[in-house]
């Protein structure tokens, strides 16, 4: 298509006639804005790019313009200033492809990128308040795991205690059946007169007896709570551990989720602007 300097239509071909869907006596003599929108019409870089084409100066680029029916149309084009013999501007041939296609192609994948990136951004920083979430109930259950370990191992201290009043029970039970015994050995030497003392002697040997096998029991009893008491803290131990790695392991989880999220942030920014440069002068 060829304009005067003005922007006045002087001829085109088939090719640009089909693609704007005009005939050519429609468009000679009108002016190129025809082909543009009013927004692009109305601005300053309108103006400033016919300026620059009476200047002689060379434009090539992607623009956007409209067919006959207002529908937005993409062309790959060139503006080239023409001058005669004299030098003087005569005329602007323009050389245009129809690229209309190929940028809503771009455009729809581009749609579709943005979105899917939108959409991982989103689930990244769900990840990330999910293992924050993670990190904290396992810190909760670590604290709940130590005190428990703290008033189990109070407990086996206890024990240890009981032990050791359950020890001086028996040694006294000892000794009161040494003392029973005694007594029975005078009682045996005293004859009649001791038989009465013999049978209390006999008596508290007895009770002795029983005293120190209760001991043995509950010896018996502090000895397995001690151990169960023992295993119970270190099997404790052990999950406070576990649950100190688990918190490392969601950490850097969350580390890696956050980068995740900041890498589909860059992309969202990167495909904006993509998309921006899809939006044609």
Not at 146 to 173: E, H, L, M, P, Y
Request: with cysteine; glycine share 6%; aromatic share 6%.
């Amino acid at each position: 298509i060829e304009f005067t300097p003005q922007g006045q239509i002087l001829n085109a071909n088939e090719n640009f006639l089909n693609t704007v869907q005009y005939s050519l006596d429609e468009i000679v003599g009108q002016h190129h804005s025809m082909f543009c929108h009013r927004s692009e019409v109305e601005s300053p870089t309108y103006k400033a790019f016919w300026a620059s084409l009476n200047r002689g100066e060379y434009h090539s680029h992607r623009f956007e313009r409209k067919n006959k029916y207002g529908k937005t149309l993409f062309l790959e084009a060139s503006y080239n200033p023409i001058f005669d013999t004299s030098g003087r501007l005569y005329k602007v041939v323009k050389f245009a492809s129809d690229i209309t296609d190929q940028v809503s192609t771009l455009r729809t994948a581009a749609d579709s990128a943005h979105a899917t990136s939108v959409q991982n951004d989103a689930c990244a920083r769900k990840g990330s308040e999910v293992v924050q979430q993670t990190v904290q109930i396992i810190e909760e259950i670590s604290h709940d795991l130590n005190q428990a370990a703290q008033s189990i191992d109070a407990v086996s201290k206890q024990s240890d205690i009981i032990g050791s009043i359950v020890q001086t029970i028996r040694s006294i039970a000892e000794q009161t059946n040494m003392l029973a015994l005694n007594a029975a050995i005078e009682a045996a030497r005293a004859g009649e007169h001791g038989r009465g003392f013999a049978v209390v002697a006999d008596e508290v040997r007895s009770l002795a007896a029983r005293t120190s096998q209760a001991t043995v029991e509950i010896v018996d009893v502090v000895r397995k709570n001690h151990d169960l008491s023992l295993s119970a803290v270190s099997s404790m131990q052990s999950s406070l551990s576990r649950t100190g790695l688990g918190v490392e392991l969601a950490n850097e989880a969350g580390q890696v989720i956050l980068e995740i999220q900041e890498g589909s942030r860059h992309v969202v920014d990167a495909i904006g602007q993509f998309n921006s440069t899809l939006q044609l002068q």
